[in-house]
T-cell receptor, first 111, second 115 residues
Framework: KQEVTQIPAALSVPEGENLVLNCSFT??????LQWFRQDPGKGLTSLLL?????REQTSGRLNASLDKSSGRSTLYIAASQPGDSATYLC??????????FGKGTLLTVNP | ETGVTQSPTHLIKTRGQQVTLRCSSQ?????VSWYQQALGQGPQFIFQ???????GRGNFPPRFSGLQFPNYSSELNVNALELDDSALYLC??????????????FGPGTRLTVL
């Protein structure tokens, strides 16, 4: 059974700081990994999708890496802004098409 | 291009009642998945529909059922509601093609409260 863990559970940083969010998964037989952002009480916004054959993806100030063999992914956010404050969720896609999610990292960027 | 939409936004029911939640998939998408997100937790997979047939199911009892229509919209039905069913219900759509795993796009969710 796939299990996804996100560390830390919460993170508070000053504006402008670069930061890294971590995601680990127990079964390396994944098809893809997706990072999402969730604002309080809202749905999920897709940030980055990494297929299993890829090592990283970049979008603006965001960079996500994937190391299937070690069961790890990181989301790097450069020059953080107060508008980046949200919960960040990591999800892995398996052979049965479902996404298995971690519990998320609650990020607070202080002005 | 219209994104994934869900209705209603909020819903309050009492124990034992039945509820139907609706989802319209993003244009061009043929696969719909439903997830349940309890407070402070990550979303949990309920089931997925592809071309009007159930294509996978998570660890949820049979009182959770669904439908997908020819236009790829979908319904989630929950019978005999329990207090623990209170959660945010999320619908996601994607354009499945063979063995290609494409990006899933989520709707805003329906907040269900069971009293």
């Amino acid at each position: 059974k796939q299990e996804v863990t996100q560390i830390p559970a919460a993170l508070s940083v000053p504006e402008g700081e670069n930061l890294v969010l971590n995601c680990s998964f127990t079964d390396s037989a994944i098809y893809n990994l997706q990072w999402f952002r969730q604002d309080p009480g809202k749905g999920l916004t897709s940030l980055l999708l990494i297929q299993s054959s890829q090592r990283e993806q970049t979008s603006g100030r965001l960079n996500a890496s994937l190391d299937k063999s070690s069961g790890r992914s990181t989301l790097y956010i450069a020059a953080s802004q107060p508008g980046d404050s949200a919960t960040y969720l990591c999800a892995v896609g398996g052979s049965n098409y479902k996404l298995t999610f971690g519990k998320g990292t609650l990020l607070t960027v202080n002005p | 291009e219209t994104g994934v939409t869900q209705s209603p936004t909020h819903l309050i029911k009492t124990r034992g009642q039945q509820v139907t939640l609706r989802c319209s998939s993003q244009s061009g998408h043929n696969t719909v998945s439903w997830y349940q997100q309890a407070l402070g937790q990550g979303p949990q997979f309920i089931f997925q529909y592809y071309r009007e047939e159930e294509n996978g199911r998570g660890n949820f009892p049979p009182r959770f059922s669904g439908l997908q229509f020819p236009n790829y919209s979908s319904e989630l039905n929950v019978n005999a509601l329990e207090l623990d069913d209170s959660a945010l219900y999320l619908c996601a759509s994607s354009a499945a093609s063979g063995r290609t795993y494409n990006e899933q796009f989520f709707g805003p969710g329906t907040r269900l409260t069971v009293l």
